[in-house]
């Protein structure tokens, strides 16, 4: 591991909590829950003392994972390392024969002068949302390799920690090892040239950092996922497979449009293909109802760009000092404070 610093916002601590039957809420403690949230509570039918009490049980509970999640994922981490034996190690260094012919083609156009996004769009296959592009990027046998290696990982003692508040199931992939000589290399060297031409907006051209993970959808299992948006400035979603029925992604509004008037756009998950969007673009995935589906995602982010507006409270962020990878802020800046 680097011996850079890493922070995350304050915000971290007390925003996006979220509670299946409430969405994402805000918890700073009982007192202000209850304050806030005392409407919708009554709307959604949420009365009794117990389930109340449940509710807060979960928040309590929330907090406290991310108050340990430093020190939990150096110990996974350290454990992973110690323990874990990969069934295929050169899965976890990448090798441009893993990469779609397709997608190669993109990344050598996207590097050409003169390159432009209409030019690109001739090697696009979906865009039925704005500024969401699907195309193939892997190949279905590295597919395949990679399944293969995250199913003996799962079946593995390993210790793994949950992707993010939303997701049960699935697999981190830094604490497995796939960030120094894969997915770095994925980010910098293959997707950066794509990315600024399609997302200069965003920070497309300067994404430094990135969070990366499997999503996994089994019908006695997490089924879907609610509409959200993501801690990154970018997004790549890769369905890696296995075999599934259903589960397609939605895309409705920008979560920062006002006035949203949302008409969602559907997307159907291809095996080996990856769509690429803005985090901060609605989205969420309708239930599966059959099979199994894994999704490679990358949050890629830019501190360039959420130095200044924190993507998750939208204000300007405070930063937290932490002993984990942080979430992709950069100290030169941003005022920084020591709350623990
Ligand atoms: O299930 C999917 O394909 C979407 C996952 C997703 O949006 C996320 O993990 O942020
Ligand atoms: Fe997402």
Partial sequence: MNSKQHYVCSCYYTNNFFIRRLGHVVFVDRAQFIKDYS????????????????ILSELNQELQ?????????????????????????HVYHLQESFLADRFLEMVRYSQTEGATVEGLMSFVEWNKAEKVYGFPVFTE?????????????????SPRGRP???????????E???????????REDYLTPITTLLFPECGGDRLDSHKSFIVKYKTDGDVDLNYHYDNAEVTLNICL?????????????MRTERQPNTAYAEYRHKLT?????????MHGAMPITDGE??????????????????????TRPQLVATDGLGDGFTQDQVNVCNVE
Avoid at 39 to 54: A, N
Avoid at 293 to 314: A, E, T, V
């Fill in 39 to 54: 409407q919708v509570l009554k709307e959604k039918g949420i009365s009794s003392e117990k389930d109340v009490k449940t």
């Fill in 65 to 89: 994972r991310r108050k340990n999640q430093s020190q939990e994922y150096l110990e996974r981490r350290a454990a992973i390392q110690r323990c874990y034996t990969p069934l295929h190690q």
């Fill in 141 to 157: 046998e590295f597919c395949q390799e990679l399944l293969a290696e995250l199913e003996h990982f799962e079946l593995s003692d």
């Fill in 164 to 174: 993010n508040t939303m997701n049960n199931y699935g697999i981190l992939l830094n």
């Fill in 176 to 186: 497995l090892g796939f960030d120094e000589d894969f997915l770095n290399k994925l």
């Fill in 241 to 253: 497979g296995k075999q599934f029925e259903e589960g397609s992604l939605y895309f409705g509004h």
């Fill in 273 to 281: 293909h990856g769509l690429i969007h803005r985090g901060q673009h």
């Fill in 293 to 314: 589906r894994y999704n490679l995602i990358m949050w890629l982010r830019s501190s360039k760009i959420r130095n200044r507006l924190c993507p998750m409270c939208n």
